[in-house]
């Protein structure tokens, strides 16, 4: 499938595809979710206890950061009091 199909099917122009494949930050994620369907792309793990495996190989890797830099537990809190 070429961009300009891709972008037909999402019902968008090719320089909103040309944003989400940037990465362009203003863009809408509901785009950017719509046009990772479309192209089959897997946002997300099917498999819930994944999860933890994942959480771990995270972790594992975030151990190189250096100290400073890395997240403390209060920065790992969700804040949902809104």
Do not use: N, W, Y
Request: glycine share 4%; proline share 7%; no cysteine.
């Amino acid at each position: 499938m070429t961009a300009q199909d891709l972008a037909a099917r999402a019902g968008i122009s090719r320089t909103t595809l040309l944003k989400i494949e940037k990465g362009d930050l203003k863009t809408e994620i509901g785009l950017v979710f719509e046009v990772a369907a479309i192209a089959g792309v897997p946002l997300f793990d099917p498999e819930p206890a994944a999860l933890p495996s994942h959480r771990a190989r995270l972790d594992s890797l975030l151990t190189l950061l250096p100290q400073r830099i890395r997240p403390t537990a209060e920065d790992t809190q969700v804040d949902d009091d809104f």
